[in-house]
């Protein structure tokens, strides 16, 4: 919508606005693209929404609003469920006094300066470091989160060759998480990676180029030199940054509904 007025917002903050508006896109748009869910997309968007109902750090009514989805949807024993169903449910919980999830988008911290760069790809990735970050304090499967993410990815993100890229990147290193720190750092340094491929290409938002993620100015202790000179990073000190800068009690309030 290119009506949408500019929201000023802090570049070295989490928005709750852009949480909220990705679960939105996903659970109404990107999802709503699949008629029927069965198979290995059953077990996907159920891992996916379980994943939620557990780690989503969101406002009350939004958090019941997820639990409750999730508690029909792990009832539901038939092999296949239809997009229709799903919709009913949550348009139903939706409207209740006590849980809703917001009807639309509203972009802050994943504004694009044009309304094709940045929005929802940036709300996902947000989305899911929030979610490790939860998990490394409120989990036990270290690979929970991120094997959601993978098959969500896999199974319904709408850029498909974003989907295959990460796939590849999944099957060739998620094996080596083993501990819940690790995956917060799995997911940080393969997003790195992707910044890396995407510095300079046609989809990068001149007003927010890709870079290697913690910058020095964002925090430099993550940042070091080995003894050759070469750029290293100090990953006790990224672990402890992500850790605050994605937990729940930092994500801003700002332009909610
Ligand atoms: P994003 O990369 O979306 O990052 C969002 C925000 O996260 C940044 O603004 C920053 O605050 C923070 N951040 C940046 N780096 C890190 C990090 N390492 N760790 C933690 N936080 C960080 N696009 C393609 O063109 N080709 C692809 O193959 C492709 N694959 C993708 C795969 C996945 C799983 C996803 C979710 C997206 C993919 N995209 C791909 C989209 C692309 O990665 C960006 O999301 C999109 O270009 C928007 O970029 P952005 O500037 O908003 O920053």
């Given at each position: 919508n290119t009506e949408d007025p500019w929201r000023p917002f802090d570049k070295f903050r989490v928005y709750m606005a852009d949480l909220e508006s990705t679960l939105h896109y996903s659970l109404r748009v990107e999802l709503g693209a699949q008629s029927v869910f069965q198979g290995r997309a059953l077990t996907s968007l159920k891992a996916y929404i379980s994943v939620l109902a557990k780690y989503?750090?969101?406002?009350p009514i939004v958090t019941n609003l997820l639990k409750d989805l999730n508690s029909w949807l792990q009832k539901q024993t038939g092999d296949r469920i239809s997009y229709e169903a799903f919709k009913e449910k949550l348009e139903n919980d939706a409207q209740s006094p006590n849980s809703t999830l917001p009807d639309g988008v509203r972009w802050v911290g994943c504004q694009g300066s044009q309304p094709h760069f940045r929005r929802y790809p940036c709300g996902v990735w947000t989305l899911f470091h929030v979610l490790t970050v939860q998990a490394n304090s409120k989990?036990?499967?270290?690979q929970e989160v991120l094997r959601a993410m993978r098959s969500y990815v896999h199974n319904f993100f709408g850029c498909r060759e974003c989907a295959g890229h990460f796939e590849n990147m999944a099957a060739e290193t998620?094996?080596?998480?083993?501990s819940l720190p690790t995956a917060v750092l799995w997911l940080w340094s393969r997003h790195n990676v992707v910044n890396n491929r995407l510095a300079g290409a046609l989809s990068e938002d001149p007003q927010f180029p890709k870079i290697q993620w913690p910058p020095p100015d964002m925090c430099s202790a993550c940042h070091a030199v080995k003894d050759n000179g070469e750029h290293t990073w100090n990953l006790t000190e990224v672990l402890k940054f992500l850790l605050t800068y994605f937990s729940s009690d930092r994500i801003l309030t700002d332009y909610l509904e």
């Open positions: 989503f750090p969101g406002r989990g036990s499967d270290p998620l094996e080596q998480v083993t």
